[in-house]
């Protein structure tokens, strides 16, 4: 990876608006250029707002869509990765983020995990994306994890064994349980699970979710930039928009992967037998 | 491990937020709220101001002729404390037109009516003043159904219906809510000594830790005997309420014909496009 400045859009959508919505982001994208920042990342679905419900066919685009020409333009003076909901060929519908970088798209991450339990219902209107991989950007290797992605461990740990050195996670996290530190119970596990995810794939987590309100639900901002020690680097406020500026460094991934040589010692022949045979157990026992 | 304790900062923060960004994607900018005197419109009201600024917050003092004058005193004083604007309207002559068509109506009519003439009041200040109605209902007495479907359950937007009774009495305190509001018995005022607590059979203290477990925590109500050791009559009693009143907190049922019904299978956001 390359030194360079990391930009977090802490931004509150409008529910179904894309017009709206793409100014929000050309507005954000001159204020990260300003700020002499390198990469600029969304939150999850920033281009459209989250409980989209049957709103998801009209909001969707291809990703050749003009609406994404800004993106292509504005990615020749900085990095940026944006949400929307992705129209495949099939009609399938993607909770996707798309990276743009040098007037193209360099890489499409579709949400693996769609949540749909409590307050979540994307299995309903989405279909799950099927891969998790790195990619080489010009600023160093990544891997784009949505949200719910990052709460199966697996999925990090794929990025990270695919050589990732930074993780991007947008998310799009609305408020629940009584907070003791933060606004929110959850916000506070999420803070946990970054940093050790930061921690123990000794690889920077970039996380960017989004604020406001949709029908009564608010998403609790406090994105975050975590240091492949753990450390946090920067974190926004919670509850208010705001770009969050951090600045990353190679030396400190290298310090890190030093000091705890985690995925050098990494058994993935190991790994990679014991799933066959959980896989094989499972389709023996039905369970 | 069953807590009730808020962080109250953090909530404030994001009660007077959702306030300010419900109000404002509605295209309004000020609210109207029935004030009884009593501790969860008066919490209202303290948000609303906080959110919008005094200057937005409507406060309407509705009594009828047996409410307590305690009652109108307290709502007086927050009106004060605030500096919100107020009006009072009477709903006597209007409930008392109404009943001398039915002399012998009971209690339980008298009150739904009042709630709902009241209710009428502040839609037709809504229209007036072009301000959203403010909910006061909390989620004690949202899941036990006591309240008055159409009447003092009806609002726009409501910032305390995921707030316990006893978490509205701890917000209360710490928006600074004058003390005597927040530690007398909660009542809907609609007889003479008339209280919340008589009236349902137990104390909010005992219902929000059972309703606490079984909605928040989705205890099994054999775990709440069996494990918590709560009296089983009185679990039984609170679930039961909660089950019957499922049709106050639903739009009426509709009748399915078509091929995508309201609700149903058309889903949309309230804040679709906003």
Same mark, same amino acid.
């Given at each position: 990876?390359?030194?360079?400045? =990391?930009? =977090? ?196 987590? =970039? ?6 309100? /949709? ?8 994105? /975050? =930039? ?13 509850? /208010? ?32 037998? /014991? ?13 | ?274």
């Amino acid at each position: 990876m390359r030194q360079f400045r =990391v930009a =977090v859009g802490q931004i509150a959508p409008t529910l179904g608006d894309l017009e709206k919505n793409l100014a929000l982001h050309e507005k954000m994208s001159r204020e990260a250029i300003a700020q002499s920042a390198n990469l600029l990342i969304f939150p999850e679905l920033s281009l459209t707002g989250y409980f989209l419900k049957d709103q998801v066919p009209s909001v969707a685009l291809r990703s050749d869509a003009a609406a994404l020409h800004l993106f292509r333009e504005l990615s020749q003076r900085i990095a940026i990765m944006v949400g929307f909901v992705e129209e495949a060929s099939s009609h399938r519908f993607y909770n996707a983020s798309a990276y743009f970088e040098g007037g193209e798209i360099r890489h499409i991450h579709r949400k693996v995990y769609l949540p749909t339990y409590g307050i979540f219902d994307e299995a309903r209107y989405l279909a799950a994306g099927d891969r998790i991989r790195a990619f080489d950007a010009a600023l160093g290797r990544m891997a784009i994890l949505i949200c719910e992605d990052l709460w199966h461990p697996a999925a990090p740990a794929i990025a990270a064994w695919d050589r990732a050195e930074i993780m991007i996670c947008p998310s799009a996290s609305p408020g629940r349980g009584l907070g003791q530190t933060g606004p929110f119970q959850n916000a506070s596990t999420w803070e946990r699970t970054i940093r050790t995810c930061g921690d123990l794939l000794t690889s920077y987590v =970039v996380y960017a979710n989004r604020v406001g309100y /949709e029908d009564g639900a608010c998403f609790w901002g406090g994105s /975050e =930039v975590v240091a492949p020690s753990g450390e946090t680097v920067a974190k926004a406020r919670y509850l /208010e928009e705001e770009l969050l500026l951090a600045d990353l460094d190679p030396g400190s991934l290298r310090r890190a992967r030093v000091a705890n040589p985690l995925l050098r010692d990494e058994r993935l022949d190991l790994t990679a037998r /014991e799933i066959a045979r959980i896989l094989q157990a499972r389709s023996t026992d039905g369970e | 491990m069953l807590s009730l304790q808020l962080n109250c900062e953090s909530v404030r923060k994001v009660l007077a937020g959702f306030i300010d960004n419900e109000v404002r994607k509605a295209g309004f900018h000020r609210v109207v709220v029935g004030l009884s005197g009593g501790v969860d419109s008066s919490l209202s009201a303290y948000l609303a101001a906080e959110a919008l600024g005094p200057a937005n917050v409507w406060g309407i003092l509705m009594p009828y002729r047996t409410s307590s004058p305690e009652s109108a005193a307290h709502a007086a004083m927050v009106v004060q404390a605030l500096g919100i604007n107020s009006l009072t309207i009477e709903i006597t002559p209007m409930v008392d037109a109404y009943f001398g068509i039915f002399p012998d109506a009971d209690q339980v009519r008298r009150g739904n009516k009042m709630a709902r003439e009241r209710m009428t009041i502040l839609f037709d200040h809504s229209a007036r003043l072009g301000a959203l109605v403010l909910g006061t209902s909390n989620k004690t007495e949202l899941l036990l159904g006591y309240g008055t479907l159409h009447g003092d359950m009806a609002s726009a937007v409501n910032p305390l219906g995921d707030l316990y009774k006893t978490q509205v009495r701890q917000l209360s305190r710490h928006l600074g809510v004058p003390a005597v509001i927040v530690e007398k018995h909660p009542s809907a005022d609609l007889w003479e000594g008339q209280t919340d607590e008589a009236e349902l059979g137990f104390t909010y203290e005992e219902v929000d830790k059972v309703l606490c477990l079984l909605v928040d925590q989705r205890y099994e109500l054999s775990e709440l005997i069996a494990e918590c050791r709560f009296d089983e009559k009185f679990v039984r009693a609170v679930a039961r309420k909660v089950q019957a009143s499922q049709y106050k907190r639903r739009l009426p049922v509709i009748a399915k014909i078509s091929s995508r019904t309201i609700d149903r299978d058309f889903r949309y956001a309230r804040d679709w496009g906003r």
